[in-house]
C-alpha cells in the first residue's frame, strides 16, 4: 500500500476493525507519519447482466445506484436510504448463485423495492424502465398504484360503528346547528 501523501511503500496498522461486509484498517506510512484508511471488502465473483439487446455487461453497483438515485433525487427520503436499497439488491443477486442475470430482472426488483419506499419515486422510474409511451400509459400505472391502495375492507363479522342512516341524520343536525350558532352571533 502506498501512503497518498509521500507515496512510501511502507505503513504500519494501527487499528482494524469490521465495517459492515469488510474491514476498516487505520494505518500510518512510515515515511512520513501521516495516517489513512483504508477499506478491504471481499471481491465478489463476476456477475454479468444480460441487456435487452443480447450485449452482456458486467454488473455494476455504481450505475444502478446513480440509476435509483435520479429518481428519488429531492425526495424526503432518510441518509442512506437509496444506498440500503442497493446494497439490498446486489446481496439478492450475488446470493442467487447465477453467473448471469437479465436486466429486466434487476428492474423488476428496483420496481419493487421503490413501489413501496416512495411513489413518485417509483413513477419516475418506471417511466424510464417501463418506456411509457404517452400520457395515457403513464396515467394508466399511476391509476394502477393508486388502486393498490383501497383501504381495507372492514370484516364481515365487524358490527358499524353507528348505524349508516343515524349517522347522515346526527352529520345534517350537526351541519344545521353550526348555522344557526354562525347567523345568530352575527345579528
Known amino acids: 500500500m502506498n501512503c497518498p501523501y509521500c507515496g512510501h511503500a511502507e505503513d504500519k496498522v494501527i487499528d482494524s476493525r469490521e465495517a459492515g461486509d469488510g474491514i476498516r484498517r487505520r494505518r500510518q ?6 495516517r489513512f484508511t483504508t477499506y478491504e471488502r471481499l471481491q ?7 441487456k435487452k439487446d443480447e450485449r452482456r455487461e458486467e454488473f455494476d453497483r455504481e450505475k444502478l445506484l446513480a440509476g435509483i438515485r435520479k429518481a428519488c433525487e429531492k425526495r424526503p427520503l432518510p441518509t442512506g436510504t437509496v444506498d440500503k436499497l442497493v446494497d ?47 400520457i395515457t400509459t403513464l396515467k394508466e400505472e399511476v391509476d394502477t398504484l393508486l388502486g393498490a391502495e383501497t383501504e381495507p375492507s372492514i370484516p364481515s363479522n365487524q358490527l358499524p360503528l353507528l348505524p349508516d342512516e343515524e349517522l347522515a341524520v346526527k352529520g345534517r343536525q350537526a ?12 345579528r
Open 44 to 50: 465478489p465473483a463476476s456477475l454479468f447482466v444480460l
Open 88 to 134: 439490498d439488491i446486489e446481496t439478492e443477486l450475488y446470493q442467487g448463485g447465477r453467473a448471469e442475470i437479465a436486466s429486466d430482472v434487476i428492474g423488476d426488483m428496483v420496481i419493487e423495492r421503490l413501489k413501496k419506499l416512495d411513489h413518485i419515486a417509483y413513477i419516475r422510474f418506471a417511466s424510464v424502465y417501463r418506456e411509457f409511451a404517452d
Open 175 to 186: 351541519g344545521q346547528k353550526k348555522g344557526r350558532a354562525r347567523t345568530g352571533s352575527r
Open 29 to 34: 506510512c512510515l515515511g512520513c507519519g501521516s
